[in-house]
């Protein structure tokens, strides 16, 4: 994406000199500053302190981790085991580190392993970057119809968290379409979702649709039910972490409570995903997605202020589960579906 003129990705790789270079998105909008990942270690650092975060994104970042572990001659299959693990909930992550391991077993050669686990990590981040792409030509549709209902009147949209570029690579889910309706002319405007605790809306995706002259204001996260109650909101898009084959979708602390407002208000609610977030062993996902717990001082803190009394306790879930009956459908780089098994299996007959 354009950052003042500039065409910048989340990640990418050195390859002279053997490093992979991030954004460092703890630091944004206020500086933007890459930072070099030289081992799996720096890797692991990386996704469990959220300089990289977003599920396409710690997807991409764990198969380069994987190429770093092979380059420096490390015992693999516990690397990817801790890879894996620097994040729980997004599915993305597992996926990516075992579609790279997979790979790379199949060789016994060093230099093999080296440029197969290059080549599938490039691999990856090119096909979400065109994941990504196609879930906003897909979803522009949806704002388009509205946009025509309205008569050329802005439509509204709301968005939680940062499913952004920054998120993934390029374009993002659930702004892929924001993106693609504001290059199509379509009056839009954005209500962004400070998204406590780490305010990734607030953050990050205030500072991406600024980048892009895109309208947007940033609202407290329990203002969005007022806003839906008074006819503020025209669609909801939001991305996803993890979703279950019968589509259930996990996305960041918060996005339940907009759906069940969103349902109440008979407001569209959709989630845009590449099919790298699907997991396709799970069926219950209230009960089976794990969620991740966070350390309680990312609520108790605010950019490094103390904000509640020192000895209160604070829990910091990270994630929230969407039931299927709350989500109006699904935006995926193969078409939109319903949440529902048989509409999700129609899209990726492969997985049925
Ligand atoms: O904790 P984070 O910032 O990694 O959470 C990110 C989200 O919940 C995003 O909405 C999700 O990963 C979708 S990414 C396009």
Redesign the pocket.
């Known amino acids: 994406m354009k950052v003042d003129n500039n065409d910048l990705r989340t990640i990418w790789l050195d390859e002279k000199e053997k490093v992979v270079k991030i954004i460092d998105q703890r630091l944004l909008p206020h500086k933007l500053v890459i930072v070099d990942l030289k081992t799996s270690d720096d890797i692991i650092y990386a996704i469990k302190n959220?300089l990289v975060?977003?599920?396409?994104?710690?997807g991409v970042t764990g198969a380069f981790g994987v190429y770093l572990a092979v380059l420096n001659n490390e015992d693999i299959k516990i690397t990817c085991d801790k890879i894996k693990s620097a994040?729980p909930t997004?599915v993305n992550l597992s996926w990516a580190v075992d579609k790279v391991l997979s790979k790379i077993l199949k060789t016994d050669s060093y230099i093999e392993k080296i440029k197969i686990a290059k080549e599938t990590a490039y691999e990856i981040t090119e096909d979400e970057v065109q994941n990504c792409k196609k879930i906003g030509e897909y979803g522009l549709k949806l704002i388009k119809d509205i946009s025509l209902k309205k008569n050329g009147e802005t439509v509204n949209i709301l968005t939680?968290?940062?499913?952004?570029w920054l998120?993934?690579i390029e374009y993002?889910?659930?702004t892929a379409p924001i993106y693609a309706a504001f290059d199509a002319g379509i009056n839009i405007h954005v209500w962004v979702d400070e998204t406590r605790p780490?305010n990734?809306g607030a953050r990050l995706t205030a500072w991406e649709l600024g980048k892009y002259g895109i309208p947007h204001t940033i609202i407290c996260d329990n203002a969005g039910g007022h806003i839906m109650q008074h006819n503020m909101v025209d669609i909801a898009i939001?991305?996803?972490?993890r979703v279950t084959y019968t589509g259930d979708a996990a996305?960041?602390i918060g996005t339940y409570l907009k759906a069940l407002s969103a349902k109440d208000n008979g407001i569209p609610f959709y989630v845009a995903?590449p099919s790298s977030t699907f997991d396709w062993n799970i069926k219950d996902g209230v009960k089976e997605i794990p969620i991740e717990e966070r350390n309680p001082d990312e609520v108790r803190y605010m950019e490094g202020l103390l904000l509640t009394p020192k000895d209160s306790s604070c829990a910091n879930f990270?994630?929230d589960v969407t039931p299927r009956h709350l989500i109006t459908g699904f935006i995926t780089e193969r078409g939109i579906c319903k949440a529902s098994e048989d509409d999700i299996m129609k899209l990726f007959p492969e997985k049925a």
């Open positions: 959220m975060r977003g599920a396409p994104l710690i994040r997004a939680h968290c940062n499913a952004g998120a993934c993002g889910t659930a780490l990734q939001v991305g996803a972490d996305n960041k995903l990270a994630f």
